[in-house]
């Protein structure tokens, strides 16, 4: 079995060969990762903008072979996983690491956007003229300056999430231009409406915590149904996608909130609290506590 680098914040932050600019509980902002080079299989924890700033990468997403290379973007999901990596000896990049509620705050009703380019589409390469690279670079660069300039401002942390915000946004106009460009004019496929129908519904739901079967109800198709069409579009089954989720919420309201576990557990949907710290020890490896605390 192939071993899997990850890359999460966690790791990105404690690796001496990264160079990292800023990071927290939601965000890491990466200088240079030529660590990158050095893989052979990596499982992507969180989503990424990456700006290839020298040389090329290939490598294995899924089923799909990807060619990254100077002036280009790669917009990757979270827990993605890739193989197969090959790099130039001057492969270089920049990149944006951030949650899923990172995301999800950004987008809010243009989230379809992002899912229909990531898991219909699957489209994560953005080719630019030198121009319009400089001009997406340029909000990293921004991001740097905030973090250096406004270190003592007692807003720092909401500037460089507005800023990321313009970053993901200005990056999203370019996708609807480019799914535009290729549009030949057809109407999309049953089954990639019911996918993006789920996606919106999952990310809009208050209550992520619930079966297969609500979600397919809601939609008014099987859930065996409703299970295939995500497994076809994305690789993952419909539970996947909820526990994903589910667990994005656990992160951010223990990290980031003064809930109790009570509060949190009702929030999400769980039917009481010790059921709720066996699903947090079972996924996260500790509990709810010591989730928070660590």
């Known amino acids: 079995m192939i071993h899997q680098e990850e890359i999460s914040l966690k790791s990105l932050t404690e690796h001496e060969g990264i160079q990292i600019s800023y990071s927290d509980n939601d965000i890491a902002l990466v200088d240079s990762i030529q660590k990158f080079a050095?893989?052979?299989?990596?499982?992507?924890?969180?989503?990424?903008?990456?700006?290839?700033t020298n040389g090329i990468v290939k490598a294995n997403?899924?089923?799909?072979?990807?060619?990254?290379?100077?002036n280009q973007i790669s917009v990757v999901p979270q827990n993605v996983i890739i193989t197969d990596i090959m790099v130039s000896p001057d492969f270089d990049i920049k990149a944006l690491f951030?949650?899923?509620?990172?995301?999800?705050?950004?987008?809010?009703?243009?989230?379809?956007?992002?899912?229909?380019?990531?898991?219909?589409?699957?489209?994560?390469?953005?080719?630019?003229?030198?121009?319009?690279?400089?001009?997406?670079?340029s909000f990293f660069?921004?991001?740097?300056?905030?973090?250096?300039?406004?270190?003592?401002n007692p807003y720092s942390a909401e500037v460089?999430?507005?800023?990321?915000?313009a970053a993901i946004l200005?990056?999203?106009?370019?996708?609807?231009?480019?799914?535009?460009?290729?549009?030949?004019g057809g109407v999309a496929p049953s089954a990639n409406s019911h996918f993006q129908r789920f996606l919106n519904l999952l990310h809009n739901s208050k209550v992520k915590y619930q079966p297969v079967e609500a979600y397919a109800s809601e939609l008014c198709i099987s859930p065996k149904y409703l299970t295939a069409i995500c497994k076809k579009h994305s690789g993952k089954t419909a539970t996947d996608w909820i526990r994903e989720q589910v667990l994005e919420e656990i992160?951010?309201?223990?990290?980031?909130?003064?809930?109790?576990?009570?509060?949190?557990?009702?929030?999400?949907?769980?039917?009481?609290?010790?059921?709720?710290g066996k699903y947090v020890r079972q996924h996260l490896g500790m509990t709810p506590i010591e989730f928070r605390n660590s």
């Open 251 to 276: 992160r951010y309201y223990l990290k980031q909130t003064d809930l109790s576990i009570k509060q949190v557990c009702d929030r999400i949907g769980f039917s009481n609290p010790s059921f709720f």
């Open 141 to 152: 660069d921004m991001l740097s300056s905030a973090i250096k300039r406004q270190q003592d």
């Open 61 to 70: 997403m899924g089923s799909k072979v990807m060619e990254l290379r100077k």
């Open 170 to 184: 200005a990056l999203c106009g370019g996708m609807k231009q480019l799914n535009h460009a290729n549009d030949n």
């Open 98 to 137: 951030f949650t899923g509620e990172i995301l999800h705050n950004s987008l809010l009703e243009k989230m379809s956007l992002w899912n229909d380019f990531m898991y219909v589409q699957r489209q994560h390469i953005i080719t630019l003229e030198d121009d319009e690279f400089l001009f997406y670079t």
């Open 38 to 52: 050095e893989l052979n299989a990596a499982h992507i924890a969180m989503n990424a903008i990456v700006f290839c």
């Open 160 to 165: 460089i999430r507005a800023l990321l915000r």
